[in-house]
C-alpha cells in the first residue's frame, strides 16, 4: 500500500552521464517535492511543485531540473552528475500548503556517481 | 546561526530506559512542529506532530517551549527497535517549506 513510490531503489551513472529518478504518489497531494540528503546531514530542499507551479530553491544547482506531467508523477533530472551528486533523493508530498500540512516521503533514490 | 539545530548523539541507553533531547529552532513565528524518525539508509517517517504545548503517543512525549524556542522529545520505556535517527522539523513561516535538523541518533542497547 505505498503512497509514495520512487523509482529506482538504487541508481548508478558514471560523471557527467544524465540519470532521472522517478516519484509517483496515490495520494493525489498538491504538492510534491524533491531533497538530497547527504549522509549524517539534513535532507536539503530542491525544488518542489505546487500542482503544476514550480518552485526552485536559490541554491539548487542548474544541474538539476524536474518535471511534473499530471498530479501523481514527478521527476528528478540530474543533467551531468558529478562526484558530489551522489546521494539519497527523496521524494516527499504534501496534500496542501498550509503550515500544518505534514509531508509523506518516499523510500528514496540512492545515487552513486563512478 | 541554524534554523534548527540538533544535539546530534549518538544517546546509547539501555533498554527500558528513558532518554530525551532536545531541539532549537532560530524562526520565532514558526506554528508547526514535527518528530520524525529515520532509520539508516531509509526515508524519514513521521512520528508526532505538535502545534501546541506538546503532545503525547504512548511512549513518546514532545514538548514545545515557545519563550525558549525548542521542541523536546522524551521516549520512555525504550525498546530496541527505538533505535533510529530522529529529525526535528520545523515549518518555515508563511512558506510550503520545513526546516529539517540533522537529526539525533539513538542506540537502544540490550
Known amino acids: 500500500d505505498a503512497m509514495v513510490i520512487q523509482n529506482p531503489r538504487y541508481q548508478v551513472t558514471q560523471f557527467g552521464k544524465p540519470v532521472t529518478l522517478s516519484c509517483s504518489q496515490t495520494?493525489?497531494?498538491?504538492?510534491m517535492y524533491w531533497y538530497q540528503q547527504k549522509s549524517s546531514q539534513a535532507p536539503k530542499l530542491l525544488f518542489h511543485?505546487?500542482?503544476?507551479?514550480?518552485?526552485n530553491e536559490a541554491d539548487t544547482p542548474d544541474n538539476f531540473q524536474s518535471r511534473r506531467p499530471n498530479t501523481s508523477f514527478c521527476f528528478l533530472d540530474i543533467r551531468s552528475p558529478g562526484l558530489g551528486d551522489a546521494a539519497m533523493y527523496l521524494c516527499?508530498?504534501?496534500?496542501?500548503?498550509?503550515?500544518?500540512?505534514?509531508?509523506?516521503f518516499g523510500p528514496g533514490t540512492r545515487l552513486l556517481v563512478l | 546561526r541554524k534554523e534548527v539545530e540538533q544535539d546530534p548523539g549518538p544517546f546509547n541507553v539501555p533498554e527500558g530506559a528513558t532518554v530525551a533531547f532536545n531541539c532549537t529552532y532560530s524562526?520565532?513565528?514558526?506554528?508547526?512542529f514535527f518528530w520524525y524518525r529515520q532509520d539508516c539508509r531509509k526515508e524519514p517517517k513521521l512520528l508526532m506532530s505538535?502545534?501546541?504545548s506538546g503532545n503525547e503517543d504512548g511512549r513518546f512525549t514532545a514538548q514545545l517551549n515557545r519563550a525558549s524556542q525548542y521542541i523536546s522529545l522524551l521516549i520512555r520505556d525504550s525498546k530496541l527497535s527505538d533505535s533510529a535517527t530522529y529529525l526535528c522539523?520545523?515549518?518555515?513561516?508563511?512558506?510550503?517549506?520545513?526546516?529539517f535538523g540533522a537529526g539525533t541518533t539513538v542506540t537502544v542497547r540490550a
Open positions: 511543485y505546487y500542482d503544476k507551479d514550480f518552485n
Open positions: 516527499a508530498t504534501s496534500r496542501d500548503s498550509g503550515e500544518r500540512e505534514t509531508q509523506y
Open positions: 505538535v502545534y501546541s
Open positions: 524562526n520565532s513565528a514558526s506554528q508547526s
Open positions: 495520494l493525489n497531494h498538491n504538492v
Open positions: 522539523v520545523v515549518n518555515v513561516p508563511n512558506d510550503y517549506k520545513l526546516s
